[in-house]
Nanobody, 120 residues
Framework: QVQLVESGGGLVQAGGSLRLSCAASGTIFSINGMGWYRQAPGKERELVATISSGGSTNYADSVKDRFTISRDNAKKTVYLQMNSLKPEDTAVYYC??????????????WGQGTQVTVSS
């Protein structure tokens, strides 16, 4: 079975940095896209960053030049390096793995979410 563990959230001062990790385990043959989403109270969930199987990346305008998404295929892990954090970055962050090819077929998986709080 595929297991997904998300970690790295916490409380940080404005201008600080955090690194989020999302690791998949189990028998996995391939993972297509990986992405990070966030949702603040009273707001819609928004896409933060994505990275394709080929390494192409996309970022929301609000985080461009501050956040960096990366993946380690050998470790089946996606990361989100967040620098120059702002209070408006405060949200629950979720990772999503798209089209995971495992022993039970192809499925999408969501992380459990990790809270990121940026104080002013």
């Amino acid at each position: 079975q595929v297991q997904l563990v998300e970690s790295g959230g916490g409380l940080v001062q404005a201008g600080g940095s955090l690194r989020l990790s999302c690791a998949a385990s189990g028998t996995i043959f391939s993972i297509n896209g990986m992405g990070w989403y966030r949702q603040a109270p009273g707001k819609e969930r928004e896409l933060v960053a994505t990275i394709s199987s080929g390494g192409s990346t996309n970022y929301a305008d609000s985080v461009k030049d501050r956040f960096t998404i990366s993946r380690d295929n050998a470790k089946k892990t996606v990361y989100l390096q967040m620098n120059s954090l702002k209070p408006e970055d405060t949200a629950v962050y979720y990772c999503k793995l798209d089209r995971v090819f495992g022993t039970r077929g192809i499925h999408d998986y969501w992380g459990q979410g990790t809270q990121v709080t940026v104080s002013s």
